[in-house]
């Protein structure tokens, strides 16, 4: 089992949770923003970047059955200012793990892709099949990635799920609205909300490893959305980390930057009647056991 982006904030439960299962697990980072510390010993580590031909060598030592794709750039705004990099980590990179992938006869390739994907949408929720109209050269790139992924399906036969995150949230992630507003609140500083007014669809980290293994045993390919189906404002985020905290403290509130998404949520009937995939965790359990994990990470 290969997995890149193996020592990022997802990739990192999704090696964890493989380890749980007994599969043997082959990591891939770059460590541009992952940290090898958050990888168990007994997984093989390469620190290597996925638009490189070095994949080759890996692929050809390793041999793995199946691979989780989910090395990318992630970062909105880093995309708009950089555009050639998003490009280059999301297009450039997913093509060569899909090039190797076929070549050394993968039996399955899980690929990551994102709710920004569909821009703003017009039908709530969102489903499979609605129109690509991405607003930022992030959701751009994980178009393309997308498009590649189906076009090696068809041509070579190369069995593929696409998993369209939503807003994925869990402890120790490092970017995020919920992890901001924990990390102001733990330093005694007011939440920063960009208008508030917007909404998201919160899914917890361990139900998208857990969405990432199913995937992987299912004989079921095609594209499929991770998420909880319900639609929360950042303005009632942040009312319940406060409530949940005990802690008020009046938001700053900001302008809603152009490329930023004003309504999202994305329906989860298609993976739960084919992948027999559903969310366990609601919003506010996840909250509540972030605090818990972060409260002992302090400890230590």
């Not at 390469?46 to 638009?51: H, L, N």
């Amino acid at each position: 089992m290969l997995v890149t982006g193996a020592a990022g904030f997802i990739g990192s439960y999704v090696v964890r949770l493989l380890l749980d299962y007994q599969y043997s697990v082959i990591a891939i980072d770059n460590l541009s923003t992952g940290r090898k510390s958050r990888l168990a010993n007994n997984v093989t580590f390469y620190e290597a970047d996925i638009t490189n031909s070095e994949m080759e060598r890996i692929f050809h030592l390793e041999r793995p059955d199946y691979v989780i794709h989910l090395a990318a750039q992630t970062s909105v705004l880093a995309s708009m200012e950089s555009p050639i990099e998003d490009c280059r980590a999301n297009i450039l990179g997913t093509i060569n793990i899909l090039k190797y992938s076929n070549q050394f006869n993968i039996k399955k390739c899980v690929l990551a892709s994102s709710a920004a994907v569909f821009g703003n949408p017009r039908i709530f929720p969102v489903e499979e099949d609605a129109q690509l109209s991405p607003l930022s050269f992030y959701g751009l790139s994980k178009v393309s990635a997308e498009n590649y992924v189906h076009l090696y399906e068809r041509m070579f036969g190369l069995k593929s799920c696409i998993l369209r995150f939503s807003n994925v949230f869990g402890p120790q992630q490092e970017s995020g609205v919920i992890s901001s507003f924990l990390n102001r609140i733990y330093k005694g500083e007011a939440p920063i909300i960009h208008n508030g007014s917007q909404t998201r669809d919160f899914i917890y980290v361990k139900d998208v490893a857990f969405a990432c293994l199913t995937a992987m045993v299912s004989h079921e390919s095609g594209v499929f959305h991770i998420s909880t189906g319900i639609e929360r404002t950042i303005n009632e985020v942040s009312r319940l980390i406060s409530h949940i905290t005990n802690v008020e403290l009046e938001p700053i509130i900001k302008e809603l930057d152009a490329a930023e998404i004003k309504r999202s949520v994305l329906s989860n009937e298609k993976a739960r009647k084919v992948l027999h995939w559903e969310p366990n965790y609601s919003l506010e359990k996840g909250i509540e056991e972030v605090i818990l994990c972060d409260s002992v990470v302090k400890h230590l």
